[in-house]
């Protein structure tokens, strides 16, 4: 399954770590503190994975 990637549990692993670090020093997490949170999550998820894949298809027309 492709949720199971690690990407996939890093980024969840950093939302939800980054939902207590809110909770536990400001006590309270409001509706744009989540979004900004989980878009910059997403964000460098979505870098990650695209870096990857340019790599992936560097390599292979390298090696043809």
């Given at each position: 399954?492709?949720?199971f990637?690690?990407?996939f549990l890093?980024?969840?692993a950093f939302t939800?770590?980054?939902?207590?670090?809110f909770?536990?020093?400001?006590?309270?997490?409001?509706?744009?503190e989540f979004?900004?949170?989980v878009?910059?999550?997403l964000g460098t998820f979505t870098a990650g994975d695209t870096a990857l894949n340019y790599i992936h298809k560097r390599?292979?027309?390298e090696q043809k």
């Open positions: 399954m492709k949720y990637s690690r990407k890093i980024a969840a939800g770590t980054g939902c207590c670090a909770l536990f020093f400001d006590g309270k997490l409001t509706g744009g979004i900004s949170l878009g910059i999550v390599n292979s027309e």
